[in-house]
């Protein structure tokens, strides 16, 4: 008998470089407004430093994932990793030696394209880690864990900041090496895949990048805003903590129970967990008082874990066999594209018409998610089944 996925040395290996790989991008924000603040006097620099990274990460993240699809996925995402780190190193010097605001944020761009890859092609190696059977369990398990990360990334700002303004990117530099070291080996996966061919993706994985996309805006409206959220019921900025922390620890519990279930979901069960985001969404934008607002936190963030794995899982299902880093990557490009477009909308307008857009942006996606759904049904009926000869990699037995 197989042991499960969480006695694997192999799984903890990639689990360990996957999460180091986040933590950057976690800390990334308040890493560079902070350092550009202290020793340039200007929040704007470091403003356009996260813009230009996360930008530069969404343009990039299809064309260096098929990159990644055509060579060794695992030798790629070490190179990748490094690329970064090095980059990093680079950054801290041009910031620290008050280097011209086109180069920094230049750099910052820089990191963000030698990043574009890494989630997707981390989540790619995790089927041939653990198997089928182990699947659901390991990516509802790496979606909790993914949460987390986020909340420690700030956390851990804060305390490196009090040591000195520039030790949080040193250790951020250092965080993306060390992933590098915990990149798996996989003799099958070492072996050149033929060239990426085919039309884009984006139709195939459509309805579920519209459900990440519009999970995601919600969650950074609630994170970005919270501050906006306490200040509008009458409350101390520092409220604003209470919100975000009642949020991660939702998320976390949803995807503890997700885990524990074993649920695998269907397009179906994305539906219900959007309706459930924007029920807590709804509650959010009325901001009748403290406790409608941590409700609707709570609702979103039981939510979210959930999502992702379903989300995740049934991307799995839907991706030719040599574009898988590819198409994760594009679900974390919706997810990116989301989590931007959720922060925009609290810098340009007060906090009930961002949490009033996120309701629009859930029913939206809910709406889009089913007729997208339908039409795909309905074109899987129309077309011809494969023949043998077209065929070429078996699919998986179902569990």
Not at 129 to 149: K, P
């Amino acid at each position: 008998m197989t042991p499960p996925f969480y006695r694997s040395r192999r799984f903890w290996l990639w689990s360990t470089g996957s999460h180091l790989s986040n933590l950057p991008a976690a800390m990334a924000p308040l890493t560079f407004t902070a350092l550009t603040a202290t020793l340039t006097g200007s929040y704007s620099t470091g403003a356009g430093m996260v813009a230009a990274m996360i930008l530069s990460q969404v343009a990039l993240a299809i064309p260096v994932s098929r990159l990644l699809d055509r060579a060794s996925s695992n030798a790629g995402l070490r190179l990748l990793l490094l690329l970064r780190a090095v980059v990093f190193g680079i950054l801290l010097c041009a910031v620290l030696l008050s280097a011209q605001t086109y180069l920094l944020i230049g750099l910052a761009a820089l990191a963000g394209a030698a990043g574009s890859a890494v989630p997707g092609g981390f989540r790619a190696l995790l089927t041939g880690i653990v198997g089928f059977a182990d699947l659901r369990r390991s990516v509802a398990l790496t979606a909790t864990l993914n949460e987390l990360m986020f909340v420690i990334g700030p956390v851990l700002v804060g305390v490196l900041g009090l040591i000195t303004e520039s030790m949080p990117l040193i250790v951020m530099a250092a965080l993306t090496a060390a992933a590098a070291a915990f990149v798996p080996g996989n003799a099958a996966a070492a072996r050149s895949a033929p060239p990426v061919k085919g039309a884009s993706m984006v139709p195939r994985l459509f309805g579920w990048m519209l459900a990440g996309f519009a999970a995601a805006s919600i969650v950074a409206i609630v994170e970005v805003g919270a501050v906006a959220l306490a200040l509008r019921l009458g409350r101390d900025a520092t409220w604003a903590t209470v919100i975000v922390v009642v949020l991660c620890i939702a998320s976390v519990s949803g995807g503890v129970f997700w885990t524990w279930r074993n649920y695998r979901g269907s397009t179906a069960t994305l539906l219900v967990l959007l309706a459930g985001m924007m029920a807590g969404a709804v509650l959010i934008a009325l901001s009748l008082n403290f406790v409608f607002v941590l409700a609707g936190a709570v609702l979103v963030g039981l939510c979210l874990a959930p999502l992702g794995t379903t989300a995740s899982l049934l991307v799995e299902d839907a991706l030719d066999p040599h574009r898988r880093i590819e198409g994760f990557s594009l679900l974390r490009t919706a997810s990116g594209l989301g989590a931007g477009f959720g922060a925009l909308l609290v810098t340009l307008v007060p906090i009930g018409a961002a949490a009033s857009a996120g309701v629009a942006a859930l029913a939206g996606a809910i709406a889009g998610l089913y007729f997208w759904a339908r039409l795909s049904a309905r074109r899987n009926l129309t077309e011809p089944a494969p023949t043998s000869e077209e065929v070429e990699v078996p699919r998986p037995g179902g569990d």
